[in-house]
C-alpha cells in the first residue's frame, strides 16, 4: 500500500489532509457520543485505514469545473468492527461537514467496511478490493492491521460470476424502464404519476450502475446515490460518461432532479417532474442502459476468452 501524495497538485493535497483530519474527529466524536458509549465493541472501536483508491490515486483524474467534469475523492474507510460501518450513526455528520467545507473543492464519496470482510473479498480474488490494494494511497493506517493477501478468482468463477449478476440485473432494468414508461404514458391524465415515473426512473439508472459494477468489480456499495454510482462506474470506463450530459445547466439539474426521486418523490408532496423533464431522464437511461448492456457483454466475452484459454 503506498502512502505518497506527491504526485498530486497542492490543492488536492491540502483538501485530502482536511477529509482525512475531518473524520477522524468526526468518528471520535461520534464513537464517544451518545448510548452505548462503554459498550467493548463501541469503546474499542478505530479507523484502521482510510485509503484513497481510484483516479486520484491512479494518477488520472480529470480536472474540468468549467465544463461540469471533475473526478471525485473515493475513499475506503477500513474499521475493525462491523457496527461502526453505520453510516447514520457514525459518518452522517462527516460527510455533511465535508459538503459544506469551502476548503474542500470536489465531492468526496466513502465507503465504509470492517477489515473482516474486506480481507474475505480480497481471498476471494474479487476485482474491486484488488484493485485497491494494488492502487490505493493511504492517508491514514494504524500499524498492526494487514490486509490479506490477494487471491486470483479462477476465470470460469469470474466468467460464470458476471454472467449471473448480467442475466439479473439487465432484466431487473426493464422492468424499472417499462414502469416508469407506463406512468409516463398515463400522466397527462394522472399527473401524480410523474413522480412514480420518476422514481422508477433513478431505479433503473440506479441499477444500470449496479449492472455495470457488478459486472466488472464485482461490488457495489450500499447507496442509493447514484451520483456516487456514476463517478465510480465511470471510473472503471470513461465512455459511460457520454450517458449523462453535464456541460448545460439544465442537463445537470435534471440530473440532480433524479438523483433527488429516490427519496422525495416518494415521501414529498413539494417534488415535481415536468413531462420534458421526464422524457429527457428516460432517454438518457436508456442511453445508459444500452452502453452498460454493450461494455458488460465484451467483458462476459473476455472472461469467456479466459476461459478457453485457461482450458
Not at 9 to 23: K, T
Not at 45 to 69: C, H, M
Not at 137 to 160: C, K, N, R, S
Request: hydrophobic residues 40%.
Amino acid at each position: 500500500m503506498q502512502s505518497d501524495l506527491e504526485h498530486l497538485p497542492e490543492r488536492q493535497q491540502r483538501e485530502l489532509r482536511r477529509v482525512r483530519d475531518i473524520l477522524l474527529a468526526g468518528f471520535e466524536a461520534a464513537r464517544t457520543s451518545g448510548g452505548g458509549a462503554n459498550s467493548g465493541w463501541r469503546r474499542g472501536g478505530q479507523i484502521l485505514k482510510i485509503i484513497l483508491f481510484g483516479s486520484y490515486a491512479r494518477t488520472d483524474w480529470v480536472d474540468e469545473p468549467e465544463n461540469g467534469y471533475l473526478s471525485d475523492f473515493d475513499l475506503l474507510i477500513v474499521v475493525n468492527h462491523e457496527k461502526l460501518t453505520n453510516i447514520a450513526d457514525y459518518w452522517w455528520s462527516s460527510e455533511d461537514q465535508i459538503l459544506r467545507d469551502p476548503a474542500i473543492g470536489r465531492t468526496v464519496n466513502l465507503i465504509v467496511h470492517d477489515l473482516h470482510e474486506v480481507n474475505d473479498a480480497l481471498r476471494r480474488g474479487e476485482y474491486f478490493w484488488t484493485d485497491i490494494v494494488r492502487d490505493g494511497i493511504a492517508l491514514y493506517e494504524v500499524p498492526g492491521h494487514p490486509f490479506a493477501t490477494p487471491q486470483p478468482m479462477t476465470a470460469q468463477d469470474a466468467l460464470d460470476t458476471a454472467v449471473r449478476f448480467y442475466e439479473k440485473k439487465h432484466r431487473d432494468i426493464g422492468e424499472w424502464l417499462n414502469t416508469a414508461q407506463g406512468q409516463m404514458d398515463r400522466s397527462d391524465a394522472e399527473p401524480h404519476l410523474r413522480a412514480h415515473a420518476a422514481f422508477n426512473l433513478h431505479q433503473a439508472v440506479e441499477t444500470s450502475y449496479a449492472c455495470f459494477l457488478l459486472v466488472h468489480t464485482f461490488y457495489f456499495p450500499r447507496s442509493h446515490n447514484i451520483k456516487f454510482l456514476r463517478s465510480l462506474a465511470e471510473d472503471v470506463n470513461t465512455s459511460l460518461v457520454e450517458a449523462w450530459p453535464r456541460e448545460g445547466r439544465f442537463d445537470r439539474r435534471r440530473f440532480e432532479l433524479l438523483k433527488r426521486a429516490y427519496v422525495e418523490a416518494r415521501y414529498s408532496d413539494q417534488y415535481d417532474a415536468s413531462s420534458e423533464d421526464l422524457e429527457w431522464l428516460m432517454a438518457r437511461a436508456r442511453c445508459l442502459r444500452d452502453r452498460v448492456a454493450e461494455l458488460s457483454k465484451a467483458r462476459i466475452e473476455d472472461l469467456r476468452v479466459k476461459v478457453g484459454s485457461a482450458g
